[in-house]
């Protein structure tokens, strides 16, 4: 299914690419006042990220755990007919979690766009492998994992960038994905085998 996905994301890709034409759009924007402490300084758009993305994830805890909606998406993941045969309408639950997907990620695209102020059709390339490192590395098919997964790698390509060349830091998720791959390939939240 991985290969499935890249090579969709691809076609997707250089499709747009191909309609589109290769050129990038960018702008400028304030990122407002800067915030200082503990030997970080971060800007007013880096503290939005940081608030979006914690309120994000609070948020789909909230769904997952609470709500009649994430008990019947946990269910349907963990066994379809299952769920189907206990009066669960999966298709509904299916199409439900595509729209939710959906906007997550068209939010996504909204804070890079904020955050790297310009971008093109191939702009997001590397971090759909950070995205594949953060899910392995917490484990496929645990929606916890992956936020676990997601704050390990990117604390940790970020932090790497103090002690080698900041053109480097992403080599550090391939490192952890290579390491957990090797050391527990059903990562950290997965069941041992």
Known sequence: MVIVSLGMTLIIEFG???VTGGTAVSYTMSNGPTLAGGGLNLDGVEVIII???VLVMLAVHGLLRYTKLGKAMRATAANQSLA???GIRASRVI???WAITGALCGLAGVVFAIDAGSF???STDLFLILILAAVFLGGPGQAYGAMLGAVVIGLATEVSAV???ADYKYVIAFVVLLVMLGVRPTGLLGAPQ
Do not use: E, G, Y
């Open 163 to 165: 002690f080698i060349p």
């Open 16 to 18: 747009v690419q191909a």
């Open 120 to 122: 093109d059709a191939t």
């Open 84 to 86: 189907r045969n206990c």
């Open 95 to 97: 199409t439900a979690t």
């Open 51 to 53: 608030v979006l993305s």
